[in-house]
Every structure is written in C-alpha cells, then in structure tokens.
C-alpha cells in the first residue's frame, strides 16, 4: 500500500490549463477503473470532483476532467480560475476492499 | 443532504484506546458503503479503513492492520472505529466518508472531522 505520486506543486495562470498526473502501479491505478479526485481547500473537507476516473459529479463545472493511461491517471483543470487554487488529492482502489491515496499537490493560480 | 458528524476525539497517551464514531443523517445509511480518511494537520490524506454495506467487506491499511476496527450499526446510521494501541503516529484529523456505492470504492461525501491526539 504505497501512496500514489504526485508532483508536489503546479501552477498556471488565469485562463491557462494546468495538468496533474497520479502514478501509481498494476496492482492501483492501472488495475481499475476507480480514480478518483479530491479538491480541498485550507481549513475546509475534501471534495470530490472526478470519479471512475473520467466521470464527474453534479455540480463539479466541466473544466475539471480526468484520463488515465496504464499506471497514471491524469487531473486536467482547462480556464483556471482563482478558486482552483487548492490541494488536489488522487485516490485509486487498491483491490480486497483497500484505497491508495495521492500525497497530494498543491495548485497556485499565478 | 447529506450530513455526516465525526465524534469521540481527544487527547490520548500512546498504547490506550480510543473509539470514533460518525452519525449520518440525508440519505439511506445501510445502502452506502463507509470509510475512515485521516489527515495530520499541514500533511496529505491517508485512508484508513472501509467497510462495505452490509458489513461483508472490510478494509485496511497497512499502517493500522491489528489495531483498528471499522464497524457500523445500520439500526442507528453509525459508523465507528476502534483505535487500540494507538501511537504517536496516528495523532491525526480523522474524517468519516460516504461512498458512492454500496462497496469500498470511491469516498463521496466527506464529514468535517473529529482530532486524535495521540502523546505522552
């Protein structure tokens, strides 16, 4: 049960695209189709934003969309906006009813 | 609406025991699978354990194996954890969550928290 990868830090400017990338292995990731991803905010709960690795939920805008190729699944926030700015967390099931989580990045909108 | 209220943290010295509890109201509680996320305070999330619906599938991570002890109470729309022989280490903000379905696959709704404190 090792954390999934992430890069510690991205950023970009308003209206720019920014992508973050979650590695994990064969026996995570890359044996199913369950990653998801996690916004949050400082002081505040995490929230989902993507499950099943490509689906979102009601309400989450449609500039957030997820991808997964092999081990890595992908986070894409396309017209960043100045709330984007938080710790994006990935999260895949791990098999025999275990998760894996992402050690977690932290998005800056310049 | 989905409400989830974590309870029964504190401060605790290392080797003792400790029990969380979650009570959640806005939904149908013994169709949705459950878990324990924790996170210390600056640091990422780490999950802890999962339990399924009917209580048949159960989870944990490596780091708490032995120690801890999901269960729920679908009468009473609880969930609970059992902490024992707690460490230094497990001094964290613990977060109950709701999954999507009615196994351990996708932690959905999330409560606010309730601190475990775990020194000497």
């Known amino acids: 049960q090792s954390a999934l990868t992430q890069p510690r830090s991205v950023s970009g400017s308003p209206g720019q695209s920014v992508t973050i990338a979650c590695t994990g292995t064969s026996s995570d990731v890359g044996g199913y189709n369950y990653v998801s991803w996690y916004q949050q905010h400082p002081g505040k709960a995490p929230k989902l934003m993507i499950y099943d690795v490509s689906k979102r939920p009601s309400g989450v805008p449609d500039r957030f969309s997820g991808s997964k190729s092999g081990n890595t699944a992908s986070l894409t926030i396309s017209g960043l906006q100045a709330e984007d700015e938080a710790d994006y967390y990935c999260c895949s099931y791990a098999g025999r009813y275990t998760e894996v989580f992402g050690g977690g990045t932290r998005l800056t909108v310049l | ?120």
């Open chain 2, 1 to 120: 609406e989905v409400r989830l209220e974590e309870s029964g943290g504190g401060f605790v010295q290392p080797g003792r025991s400790l029990r969380l509890s979650c009570a959640a109201s806005g939904f149908t509680f013994d169709d949705y699978a459950m878990h324990w996320v924790r996170q210390v305070p600056g640091k990422g999330l780490e999950w802890v354990s999962g339990i399924s619906w009917d209580s048949a599938g159960i989870g944990y991570a490596d780091s708490v194996k032995g120690r801890f002890t999901i269960s729920r109470d679908n009468a009473k729309n609880s969930l609970n954890l059992q902490m024992n022989n707690l460490r230094a280490e497990d001094t964290a903000l613990y977060y109950c969550a709701k999954d999507l379905t009615g196994v351990v696959l996708i932690p959905e709704s999330w409560g606010q928290g309730t601190l475990v404190t775990v020194s000497s």
